[in-house]
């Protein structure tokens, strides 16, 4: 599993590269890599579900309303404290 800015990527390969006109950073597959897991997702399906059910729950948990009040509130009372 590849960790992208926070963002999650399992199965290929990224690198980050400068996205155009902007300060930003965008991920840019490695397209032999890709084609190598959605192929593995092809033949392997239960093994392909039992993942996406896994990572719709940890995002579920962690991008939840509730997770980004606690965030912002945390965030929030850092910057009051100074």
Do not use: H, N
Not at 46 to 63: G, N, Q, T
């Amino acid at each position: 599993m590849l960790l992208l800015g926070g963002a999650r990527a399992t199965g290929f390969e990224c690198s980050l590269v400068q996205a155009p006109s902007t300060s930003l950073r965008w991920a840019d597959p490695d397209y032999g890599s890709m084609r190598k897991a959605l192929r593995g997702a092809l033949e392997d399906t239960e093994a392909a579900k039992r993942d996406a059910e896994s990572a719709s729950d940890e995002i579920r948990l962690e991008r939840s309303w509730e997770s980004a009040a606690l965030k912002m509130i945390e965030r929030l009372d850092s910057i009051a404290r100074g």
